[in-house]
């Protein structure tokens, strides 16, 4: 449009500015949905790891490692949650976030909706396909709809996503830490193992396990223990 003064108008724009909101929206989104993963109150998570580009695909927006084995094992559950802006394409995203079921043990789809709930119809779904709602409010408070159920994943595909996220697991106690934190842990080469499954090639070798820092302490002092024949 031409204007009198010879001033063109211009048109409002609606690209760079809106997606740098929706990012904005969406890192508060993860965000709160961190803090309720680590929270007692919520999921009370031990780890909730940052999701790098690393994760392949089904990548989580958000991950929890919740320790549920008491004071006796080292057992525990992933958590993965899939975080949507809004409940438009409320089952698409629901079957996106079931698929997730081949990594973690509990998933959760969480929606935005700042002045309403989940519709019956929308419950329906989500205990059909196995998964656990969230709906965060106006403030970005999370408040769990529907609890999610236990889900049986695929053991290789649960250890590649904790690695993929820097988390290995203790082959004898069971638990999951950061090996990046620590140099406490010892890191075993599985050389006759990998060589079994002809996996060894030129004496390189990539079948590996983990201890954690604490089981290394307890074999160090059971070690120490018998040498000096106590």
């Given at each position: 449009f031409q204007a009198e003064d010879g001033i063109r108008d211009q048109p409002r724009s609606r690209g760079l500015g809106d997606v740098y909101k929706r990012q904005v929206e969406e890192a508060a989104l993860r965000d709160a949905m961190t803090s309720w993963l680590i929270a007692p109150s919520g999921a009370g998570c031990v780890f909730a790891p940052t999701i790098s580009n690393r994760v392949r695909d089904p990548?989580?927006?958000?991950?929890?490692?919740?320790?549920?084995?008491?004071?006796?094992?080292?057992?525990?559950?992933v958590?993965?949650?899939?975080?949507?802006?809004?409940?438009?394409?409320?089952?698409?995203?629901?079957?996106e976030a079931s698929s997730h079921s081949i990594h973690a043990d509990r998933i959760y789809f969480a929606c935005y909706l700042p002045t309403s709930e989940f519709s019956e119809e929308q419950?329906?779904?989500?205990?059909?396909?196995?998964i656990g709602l969230i709906r965060i409010d106006r403030d970005l408070g999370c408040h769990r709809t529907v609890p999610a159920p236990l889900n049986h994943p695929i053991a290789k595909a649960r250890s590649d996503l904790l690695y993929q996220l820097g988390l290995v697991n203790c082959q004898l106690c069971g638990v999951v830490y950061s090996s990046s934190v620590s140099d406490d842990d010892a890191l075993?080469?599985?050389?006759?193992?990998?060589d079994r499954f002809g996996r060894l090639r030129n004496e390189s070798v990539y079948d590996r396990r983990y201890l954690c820092p604490d089981c290394v302490r307890n074999i160090r002092n059971l070690s120490q223990r018998d040498r000096e024949g106590l």
């Open positions: 990548r989580p927006d958000a991950v929890g490692i919740r320790h549920t084995g008491g004071q006796h094992r080292g057992d525990f559950e958590i993965a949650v899939h975080i949507r802006q809004s409940e438009k394409r409320f089952t698409s995203f629901s079957g419950i329906s779904v989500a205990l059909h396909l196995g075993l080469w599985n050389e006759i193992w990998a």
